[in-house]
RNA sequence: GGUCGCUUAGCUCAGCUGGUAGAGCACCGCCCUUACAAGGCGGGGGUCACAAGUUCAAGUCUUGUAGCGACCACCA
């Protein structure tokens, strides 16, 4: 019934659409089933799915298909985010490249047509690789964070918070990005490490030389303040020296004043605690319109700000005029040559180590600066005294939200307890523009549109009212995102029945920006925690362990393992970003060493199984190519299974009269087996699936269905069914429990590998009259009806191990598989009693001639032996056995046997041991030496017999 | 500087509340046996980083040491 060889795009391209077409994901809002609901994290609208993405929302789908087919009403939320600063500089550099304008050339409007118009040109492709990935979403609810809807939603939380009093707007000191010229948060700057210079400048008593004291405490004449800084320019807006309180050597010169140097100005020596003595000359200059320390201390000593800086970072009015439009770095370099000129420099360091803040997007250096921002507040406390951050963290004290694995719970905390207020506003044109309007005077008012303002505030048509030009950051519309998708502001009923979420899928780079950001925002906002649980993922590796990026060319596109890619095409694909020739040439040889001969189409399916089962609780993720081909082989293995079983049950008709929930027709040992298996690797899963184990799941699926289903249960199945005298029953029994089993183990592998499990079970589903419209939709199996007799099930056990003892044998002894082998087994009557039921079995998965029993092996001569507990299973060697080199080999056996017996009698002649350990732990230890001595017995039997030969 | 994590077979990793060291890949034999060579059968391989402690018992718990990594904060 299915052809030997399958392609397997073709079955992913026919399941995809099979899907599609008979609307098999939509949600269904009525239903009365138990809900279920996750949030995708929305990827970039015109951005490329990446290994990350992959692996998150295989592990969503996973979830999700797992609880739609336990019974769940499942949504699964997908969407985009216009990600602001992203898509602005692209569209930015794309017209800048075109036609060579910037956006303040082309004007607002028009820069966002076509910032529109390119997130329709691939809006598209993100979409489509997210559904190659089998993601069983209903995707005619596709959210992007700037449709109608959800800028109805910003608005009005945005309105909330402000009417709320948590949104204010203020001149503050905020990171700004001077070649995007917007602010950026907190978040949004990195630290790097750098190599730089530390000036040490004079600045002379206004009052000429002073006295004061050195480190010692002896006195010393001192020309003026000494300060050391890396940023001399900055001098150019000091407002004050500040020194510590209990720095004896100054201490006495507070209040005096120093002249500025290069400037035209005196300013104050000030103390304040924040100084620290032991470092550098133990004064600070107060800059503070330009850093953040420095500006705290400025507003508490009421010094004034100087700003000296424009927005794009040059040197404004306020600086002496020699500096006037001067780029910052290029003044720096002036105001060092001006100093040393003038005798006010007293020395450099110039290998400074310092962390310099970078602009994440950019990469330009942030510039502390003054502007009117409206910032979200973490100080402004509700009627219980929470503030917006102290709630986001109580949620979790109380355990209303989880974090798995629970350590992040520490970042997050650690984060939350030393937040800044957020700035909310960015000065950017690609975004939610905030719904602010000013009057003539400068008034603010905040309301959804201007008439509902002039409505609210009662304002005549003749005042005018201008919006506010600035957007809110990206991250505010991701904020409210887990309600904003559901119908936020309206009571909706996808609103009541799956918010709050079930869980959140994300990876720990984004904890900050969003996780935290949510929980705070559906706190105050819907007085709602946004999920139940967080599941944090690790990062996806290369296979050194390298971090993927573009510029080392080592980045795989997830789309390449689906369908393949020549070696070639993938090496001018991987280093298409690296500009550099050497080192474009060093990734290529690393390709070529990593993929030889490219990458093989592995299928969707595969490359599931291997994020499922790399995906542990807590670490990175390497990934493998050679994973995947091991995972492609198994879906290869699978796929043969079940022809196999196609091949066995041709003739098979279901008979509607036989209650097939296995009672009232006898199943084979091996049945029971097998279905005991089942049942057992069930409980499991529902239960790796609860503790988000998808390591664990996947390598027991791998085991049930390669170790146990197909090398024991199929092969035993053959045997039976290779016999042309089988009785009818018989037949039809096994036959049934061949189909029977095969849909539960398609069942229990499909939300891993949805594709190849929907295809097996299409043709599955007519042998067993099976009416879901395709295993999407079928539920998981509840095996656990069928009674199973224990005794049977520890047989076969003991079967497999004879057909294992026999096996090890003809490895050894490297007997060809073609010959078979006569076989004598010793042991009591009621274990040959039951050995006997499985002869054929024996003689055929072990090739063996014949089996004879024996309770003694007196009589036996020249063969080799295995002893399982009281069973010795001899195999007879037609060539004379080398009795010597038996005998040390079973000597080392014994040896080593009773080394354990040693052991485990120590252990049970210790009292302490015998009082303090747990019952059962003993009774199992007095078990295991039972059956140590049972073995020993018959190795030393066959040791003598070797003698006497 | 603060926080968190990691160190187990050649490689990548499991090992839950302490109770005889596991898997996949790789490796070595023998096989193209009528589901599958993307396969079958068999096999070898680990003082669980190091040290001390708790315990009848430590890969597992505690403390310390070393190495690696991540994040946060940084000092003019």
Redesign the pocket.
Known sequence: MLD???D?LQIEEKWLNFWQDNDIFLVDIESSKTPFCLMLPPPNVTGRLHMGHAFQQTLMDILIRYHRMIGKEVLWQVGTDHAGIATQMLVERQIKNENNLSRFDIGRDKFLEKVWQWKELYAQRIVNQMKRLGTSADWSRLRFTMDTSMSKAVKEAFIYLYKQGYIYKGNRLVNWDPSLMTAVS??E???E?VRGS?WHILYPFTDGPQEAFDSEGNKVTLKGMT?????PE?MLADGAV?V?PNDKRYKHLVGKYVDLPLCNRTIPVIEDD????????????I?GAH????YACAIKHNIPLINIFTLDAKLNENAPKQFFNMDRFNCRKEVVKELKQNNFLVGVDEN????Q?KSERTGVIVEPMLTNQWFISMKKHNEKGETLSSRALNYFSDREINFI?A??L??YN??LN?IQDWCISRQLWWGHQIPAWYDDNGKVYVGYDEDSIRKEYNLSANIKLKQDEDVLDTWFSSGIWTFSTLGYPDNTRELEKFHPTDVLITG??II?FWVARMVMMTGVIKNQVPFREVYITGLVRD???N?MSKTKGNVIDPLDVIQGIGLEDLISKSTESIYQKDRQEKAAKGIRKMFPEGIQTCGVDSLRFTFCA?A???????F?I??V??Y??????V??????VF??TEDFKLDNNIDYNGVNFKLRPFDQWIINKIVKFTERYHKYIKEY?F??MS?EV??LI??HY???Y??AS?VTL?DQNIPFERKYSTQYILLYTLDCILRLLHPITPFITEEIWASLKGKLNLNYRCLSVAPIPEVNSITLDKEIIENVETTISV??SI??I???Y?????KKVDVIIVCNDELKTKLEDFEDLIKDLAKVSSIKYMTSNDKLKNTIVNVINNLQVHVYMHDLIDKEQEIIKINKEIDKNQN?IN?LKN?LS?N??IS???LE?VQ??KD?LKRLDLIQKGLIEQKSKLEQM
């Open positions: 030997k060889q399958f397997i907190d978040l700057v990195v630290a490490e530390m300060i050391a800084t890396t940023r900055t500040c510590n924040f100084v620290d003595i032991e470092f550098g000359t133990g004064c600070v200059k800059t850093d953040f320390n420095d400074h180590k310092m962390m803040p694995p350590n992040w520490n970042t650690q984060w030393n720990f780079d900050f296979s050194d362990g971090k790399l542990n609780t807590g670490r990175d993720i390497r493998d050679k994973r081909m091991g492609r082989n198994f879906t290869n293995k796929w043969n299974a079940a022809r196999f091949s066995y184990r390591d664990m390598q791998y085991e390669w170790d197909c090398d024991w199929l092969e053959k290779k057909i294992h096996r090890q003809r490895g050894d490297v007997i060809s598989p073609n354990n052991i252990k210790n302490e041991f303090k350990a747990k732990i199992k230890e295991r």
